[in-house]
């Protein structure tokens, strides 16, 4: 090989080698094998140098292969551990809303003093649940608001003063089939005991102790069944701490457009009788001496009826009522009746409903410290006309206005009137 050749020869392994050292993925790639082979043919280059940077290029790309793969693989092991870590995350779920509230109240004492007052008021809810196995979930959550169980508003006072918060629930759900869930703890009432109205049960209200909820389907819909046993109240000085044992049983149906609930429920109260009235207590209950006179056992039916797609596509119109019955004395009936037309539920944008109720709860129909506290104060003894309407201005956002016109009816006590307007907006995330 002549002088010229072998500076040619060191030049091209010069730049072969450079380009190999300093980018080996340009070394790997078969422009750079082509090179070499046209040099070679072209006498630039020997068959032994060829092969020499041939082989050394092969051998490169091997190794940037090999070092690659490697990277990949402590990549990947890095995301599966953080993906591991996170799993725990999946299993939970959240939610929350905030509501603002104007409330204006009108009172008109038998007395002929005013007691009308102005609110500003607003209620935050925070929840959640994990899956801690495939049949077993807990949830907690947490809620404005004092003591009251009736009530988790806050209103806007005491010279800027912070606001309480507090437990509003927390329970475990057991759910090893479709048909059956047993839930513990302090836990949401709708899900264990159906009612079409709040004559009875305020809608704040998270009864405390155990429910189980059973269900099958059948030919005509959907039979199921509600039974529970709740602590009312503990007493440290006696034995006989108040409870509420129940048990219910209704169907649901649906054929076409038409829809339907139908129960019957049996509430039985211990330890009520003689003992004396628990927090909350509206104070319209028969007492003697300060103790309750009745133990307030009472059966109950509730039904709603319905027809979807009505008068404007899309929208639902239905009539419901509530019923109840406490044997134990002459002011023992209670009863409500309504309707409700529009969306089934408030929440997408542009949805609506409007709802009235009409409600005559006798004085010892019920134990005083559960219906509606809006309802002239949540007493029994009092009868009341509701008008609610609701609509959603943009998706998880509701304006809503409910009125209460209520009297109070009950024996030996003043007929005083009052009349509520609240005005909300509700922000659901």
């Known amino acids: 090989m002549n002088l010229k050749h072998i500076r040619a020869a060191s030049l091209a392994a010069l730049v072969a080698s450079g380009a190999i050292v300093s980018t080996p993925a340009f070394a790997a790639n078969d422009a750079m094998i082509e090179l070499l082979k046209v040099l070679r043919d072209n006498g630039t280059i020997t068959d032994e140098a060829y092969n020499l940077l041939k082989n050394s290029a092969a051998a490169d790309e091997e190794r940037t292969d090999a070092k690659i793969e490697e990277t990949a693989e402590q990549k990947l092991a890095s995301v599966n551990k953080v993906s591991d870590k996170l799993k725990w995350a999946e299993k939970i779920k959240f939610k929350g809303d905030l509501r603002l509230r104007r409330q204006y109240q009108e009172a008109d004492p038998e007395n002929g003093e005013s007691q009308s007052r102005e609110r500003y008021r607003y209620r935050l809810r925070l929840g959640a649940e994990g899956e801690v196995t495939d049949s077993v979930k807990v949830g907690l959550g947490f809620a404005s608001g004092g003591s009251d169980a009736r009530s988790t508003n806050e ?47 305020d809608d704040d209200i998270n009864p405390e102790g155990v429910s189980v909820h059973l269900q099958t389907d059948n030919s005509f819909g959907t039979a199921y069944g509600n039974a529970g046993h709740w602590i009312v109240e503990e007493y440290s000085t006696v034995s006989d701490d ?188």
Request: proline content about 3%; overall charge negative.
């Open 155 to 201: 209103t806007l006072d005491d010279g800027f003063s912070t606001k309480d918060i507090r437990l509003d629930y927390a329970f475990a759900e057991w759910k090893p089939t479709d048909w059956v869930s047993v839930a513990g703890g302090k836990f949401k009432r709708k899900e264990y005991l159906w009612a079409p109205t709040d004559l009875l049960w």
């Open 242 to 429: 108040p409870t509420l044992t129940y048990a219910q049983i209704g169907h649901k149906f649906k054929s076409g457009n038409f829809f339907g609930n139908v129960a019957g429920t049996y509430y039985a109260f211990d330890g009520l009788e003689n003992e004396t009235v628990i927090v909350g207590s509206g104070g319209n209950n028969t007492l003697v001496g300060g103790n309750y006179m009745y133990d307030y056992d009472s059966i109950g039916l509730s039904a709603e009826l319905g027809v979807m797609d009505v008068l404007i596509p899309g929208k639902n119109f239905s009539i419901f009522a509530d019923y109840i019955k406490n044997d134990d004395s002459d002011e023992d009936t209670g009863r409500a009746f309504g309707f409700k037309f529009g969306d089934k539920k408030v929440g997408d944008q542009h949805t609506w409903q409007l709802k009235f109720v009409n409600a005559d709860l006798e004085a010892d129909a019920f134990v005083d410290f559960l219906p509606d506290s809006d309802r002239l104060g949540g007493n029994t003894g009092v009868k009341s006309n509701e008008v609610v309407f609701k609509y959603a201005v943009a998706k998880n956002i509701i304006l809503a206005l409910d009125y209460y016109d209520s009297e109070q009816d009950a024996p030996g006590l003043d007929d005083d009137e009052e009349k509520v307007l609240q005005t909300d907006i509700s922000f659901k995330f």
